[in-house]
């Protein structure tokens, strides 16, 4: 923590001595020159940040620019065995493998499949448990949101059980024998369920802030003019909490190949037949499965460029499609 010292009291001494009683002598100036004190002023909010940005850089940029740099050679990932220049041929053997594009449309669909998960069920459970109050709120969100303080791999130990093709209790209720992870028609609806299952708490909780923060004389006002309970929601409520929505869409269109890694890795290792390999999974199975350093750096660099456009498209959209409350 920084203490920002006032500057030090300044006073002409007296003629005379400096040392001793005023009396006649030469004006000793000891205060620091006004430019100094101005940009030691200017420096103080700097060095708030500085370990921030120190950090930022440190375990951020510094590995962004090495993973680029990385995405130019071949290598083995051993220590013993040199890094070898290859210019752009990572980028055209990876755009060649058919995997990429197999890979892109699977995390298209786990997005699009999430999303109700996301956005859709927590705002219906937070309008419907938008009067709860006193100790049955706090009981109830405890509730929703424990599944998203369990660890993924331990959740996926539990699910596999769950979902047994022999003894399950999922083929159980259903009366069926499905091998849901070993199925490729399957594996991936398993996946996506149990995901949902984990962000659905969260979900909740962001939706249901969002709604305490809207000032509730709008619906007042609304309601003394005659609106119903379904107008106020839709011409009030949702247009308020859509700067709300749009940050959950965000979050699913960014974060939802990473919630699923765990899952996939525990559970179907990307299979079966790659059914459950998306472009998150593809790039750390080209890294530290294949140990092909050189074309895991090039996909994570399409992967960046490529949700970095799609984030810079979300923000323009959430700036004219939100409402604020002013």
């Known amino acids: 923590m920084f203490v920002e010292l006032a500057p030090p009291v300044t006073a002409p001494v007296g003629h005379g001595s400096s040392t001793g009683p005023a009396g006649p002598g030469p004006v000793v100036h000891t205060a620091r020159p006004a430019r100094v004190?101005?940009?030691l002023h200017a420096?103080?909010?700097?060095?708030?940040?500085?370990?921030?940005l120190v950090l930022l850089?440190?375990?951020?940029?510094?590995?962004l620019v090495q993973t680029a740099q990385l995405s130019f050679y071949s290598w083995n990932l051993l220590p013993t065995s040199p890094a070898v220049p290859v210019g752009l041929a990572n980028y055209e053997r990876l755009f060649e493998l058919p995997d990429l594009g197999d890979s892109v449309g699977r995390t298209v669909v786990l997005i699009l499949a999430l999303l109700p998960f996301s956005i859709v069920v927590p705002v219906l459970v937070g309008l419907l448990t938008r009067e709860v109050r006193g100790r049955a709120a706090v009981v109830y969100q405890a509730m929703v949101f424990a599944p998203m303080l369990v660890a993924p791999v331990a959740s996926a130990a539990v699910w596999q059980w769950l979902l047994d093709p022999g003894s399950g209790v999922v083929n159980r209720v259903l009366g069926t024998s499905t091998n849901?992870?070993?199925?490729?028609?399957?594996?991936?609806?398993?996946?996506?369920?149990?995901?949902?299952?984990?962000?659905?708490?969260?979900?909740?909780?962001?939706?249901?802030?969002?709604l305490a923060g809207i000032n509730g004389d709008y619906a007042d006002a609304a309601a003394v003019d005659g609106a119903t309970r379904s107008q106020i929601t839709r011409r009030i409520t949702l247009p308020l909490l859509s700067p709300t929505l749009v940050f959950l869409a965000l979050m699913t269109v960014l974060l939802s190949a990473q919630w699923t890694f765990p899952l996939i890795d525990t559970m179907t290792q990307g299979g079966p037949a790659d059914a459950t390999t998306n472009i998150y999974y593809l790039l750390w199975d080209y890294s530290f499965r294949s140990f092909d350093a050189g074309l895991g750096a090039a996909a994570g660099m399409v992967l960046l460029v490529g949700f970095g456009a799609v984030a810079t498209a979300l923000v323009w959209l959430s700036d004219r499609l939100t409402f604020h409350d002013n």
């Open 37 to 39: 004190r101005r940009l």
């Open 43 to 52: 420096v103080v909010p700097y060095l708030y940040v500085a370990p921030a």
């Open 57 to 63: 850089v440190v375990w951020t940029y510094r590995p």
């Open 180 to 210: 849901w992870l070993n199925d490729s028609s399957t594996a991936q609806l398993a996946i996506i369920v149990i995901t949902g299952w984990h962000v659905l708490g969260f979900a909740v909780l962001i939706v249901s802030a969002g």
